[in-house]
T-cell receptor
Framework: GAVVSQHPSWVICKSGTSVKIECRSL??????MFWYRQFPKQSLMLMAT?????????EQGVEKDKFLINHASLTLSTLTVTSAHPEDSSFYIC?????????????FGPGTRLTVT | QQQVKQSPQSLIVQKGGISIINCAYE??????FPWYQQFPGKGPALLIA?????SEKKEGRFTISFNKSAKQFSLHIMDSQPGDSATYFC????????????FGTGTSLTVIP
């Protein structure tokens, strides 16, 4: 149980284009999902908290107009990197909270490797 | 400000040995402390977690020791195996307050045969 999928697993795009990454909780409902960015050999950097049916909460320094987050259902959140630039190249990881039955589990997706050329 | 401090940054252990990773925190409101294991190119996977009402939790070869008064918790990997080579992150959260998890900086574990 508690499986989170992410699609695509890797993507290469040209500078100036937009890329959408999907995050799905496959066997549980998640009112809260998180989006992280991870640089090589570094910890997880929280970008934003995505709550179903409401606007995402962005961390300081994260451009909300560049990283668009939509949490349209209890099992799907999307991150769109708009007008991507090479400095946006990174490993993006989503996670979903499973709070059913008093649990507090944060389960991560497998990550998406974004390369902007 | 790093809410959760993790050490060491890297660790090399002989196969069969014990791997120990330590974390410390300041916020006494933290009430849930998970450990995650991450292999290169993959997302982190929940390994084991503890709440502060117990001092130790064991699952297979993995044990969390928790010292509430010292505000420290540690992960012990018994009989370490080469397949345990990965990056380990500790984390802490305050349930029901946005549920944001605060992660340590990670420990790269290498288990040599």
């Amino acid at each position: 149980g508690a499986v989170v999928s992410q699609h695509p697993s890797w993507v290469i795009c040209k500078s100036g284009t937009s890329v959408k990454i999907e995050c799905r909780s496959l066997d549980f409902q998640a009112t809260t999902m998180f989006w992280y960015r991870q640089f090589p050999k570094q910890s997880l950097m929280l970008m934003a908290t995505s709550n179903e049916g409401s606007k995402a909460t962005y961390e300081q320094g994260v451009e909300k107009d560049k990283f668009l987050i939509n949490h349209a259902s209890l099992t799907l959140s999307t991150l769109t990197v708009t007008s991507a630039h090479p400095e946006d190249s990174s490993f993006y990881i989503c996670s979903a909270l499973d709070l059913a039955g008093g649990k507090l589990g944060q389960y991560f997706g497998p990550g998406t490797r974004l390369t902007v050329t | 400000q790093q809410q959760v401090k993790q050490s060491p940054q890297s660790l090399i252990v002989q196969k069969g040995g014990i791997s120990i990773i330590n974390c410390a925190y300041e916020n006494t409101a933290f009430d849930y402390f998970p450990w995650y294991q991450q292999f290169p190119g993959k997302g982190p996977a929940l390994l084991i977690a503890i709440r502060p009402d117990v001092s130790e939790k064991k699952e297979g070869r993995f044990t969390i020791s928790f010292n509430k008064s010292a505000k420290q918790f540690s992960l012990h990997i018994m009989d370490s195996q080469p397949g345990d080579s990965a990056t380990y992150f500790c984390a802490a959260t305050i349930p029901n307050t946005g549920n944001q998890f605060y992660f340590g900086t990670g420990t790269s574990l290498t288990v040599i045969p």
